[in-house]
């Protein structure tokens, strides 16, 4: 297969609401989308970044410059046969995972549609449909919040996680499990919380939630092992994860019950499917997390989420949680029962509206052979 051409657009979504989490407030989502054209067919992929180095050290800005600068000189007009071929071109660039992501993400995509398989069933994945979770951001008051899950109850959704930080964690926990005792709830406290915080964070174990999600720092894996001997939530790792490396240690440590995988943050889907694998051995059950993505982006969870070790319901909702109009066509809805399914088109799955991504694009950049 033939890289002919390589086209990047930087997107600016506005969102339906205010997403807010412990370390920002989001109105709108900056992220970049990769379409790789080759042989007559069209690839596509997400660079799920943020506009600012909130999560970790990348932005749209950072991801384009290595995607435009080192990533696509390396592959453009090169014949790729594998998606090892592909990973090993640019191996030598250090992190910047989401920038390698997006570029993998859409030659995923490509090798896919060249044999006419569902992109899920190319990834070996053997499920056609997947529950859906929601993730929901810090409101404004209690009544906003509460009313908020009410509405996602009333969709059937599989899971439930909110955001926390210091002030609003176990007063919003014990509101919602009074006020729905059984749903599947969990916490993400996105790295507010240091070791100083045990005896608060101990405090969650009343409430019996699925796990509690990055407490500790963002790059952290020995003081989540020392946490983790004081509580009986299960705790699950998110930004400390970036590497099959960082999860082995962090496996040994004993800092980690439950793993989030992103593809982004691992450096695409070859690196989520090696984590996925190891996890499975060493009994670590996994979840894909999500980064407020495109239907492009999303529909690459999905076939993800279709491997055998995601046992947990995931951050994969539809489309109109987060967005009024999508760049996908048709969009992502979840049926009465709060299951997503997976198209059997080739690749990802559903066409893209190209009016919408140029309504949305602030940039796009273009690199041919």
């Not at 191996?91 to 995509?109: C, L, P, Q």
Request: one cysteine or more.
């Amino acid at each position: 297969m033939k890289i002919d051409q390589i086209e990047l657009y930087h997107l600016k979504l506005p969102l339906v609401t205010p997403f807010t989490t412990s370390f920002a407030r989001f109105e709108e989502k900056d992220t970049i989308i990769v379409k790789i054209l080759s042989d007559g067919l069209v690839g596509y992929g997400e660079s799920a970044c943020l506009g600012a180095p909130f999560y970790n050290e990348e932005t749209v800005g950072t991801c384009l410059h290595i995607q435009e600068d080192f990533i696509a000189p390396k592959i453009i007009g090169k014949e790729i046969s594998n998606i090892n071929q592909l990973v090993e071109s640019y191996s030598w660039i250090r992190k910047n995972n989401f920038a390698k992501a997006g570029i993998e993400m859409a030659v995923y995509d490509l090798f896919a549609k060249s044999i006419n398989v569902p992109l899920y069933q190319f990834l070996g994945g053997s499920k056609d449909e997947i529950t859906s979770g929601v993730s929901i951001g810090l409101k404004d008051s209690m009544p906003e919040l509460i009313d908020f899950v009410s509405q996602c109850v009333e969709k059937n959704f599989h899971r439930y996680k909110i955001k926390i930080k210091p002030g609003k964690d176990i007063d919003l926990v014990d509101a919602i499990r009074k006020e729905f005792p059984e749903i599947p709830l969990m916490v993400d406290a996105n790295s507010a919380y240091s070791l100083n915080d045990i005896a608060l964070i101990k405090e969650f174990d009343q409430y019996n939630l699925l796990m509690i999600e990055q407490p500790l720092g963002y790059d952290d894996i020995v003081d989540h092992g020392e946490l983790n001997k004081h509580i009986n939530t299960p705790l699950c790792l998110d930004e400390s994860i970036h590497s099959l490396d960082d999860l082995r240690k962090a496996i040994s440590l004993g800092s980690i019950d439950i793993l989030n995988i992103k593809p982004g943050r691992v450096g695409g889907v070859y690196y989520a499917i090696k984590m996925h694998d190891y996890a499975k051995e060493k009994g670590i059950p996994v979840w894909c997390g999500g980064m407020l993505e495109t239907g492009i982006g999303r529909a690459h969870n999905l076939a993800i989420s279709t491997l055998d070790n995601f046992t947990i319901t995931g951050d994969i909702g539809p489309t109109k949680n987060y967005y009024e109009h999508d760049i996908i066509d048709p969009e992502i809805i979840i049926n009465p029962s709060g299951k997503i399914e997976l198209s059997n088109l080739p690749g990802i799955g559903y066409d893209i509206d190209n009016d919408k991504l140029a309504d949305y694009s602030v940039k796009k950049v273009v690199i041919k052979s």
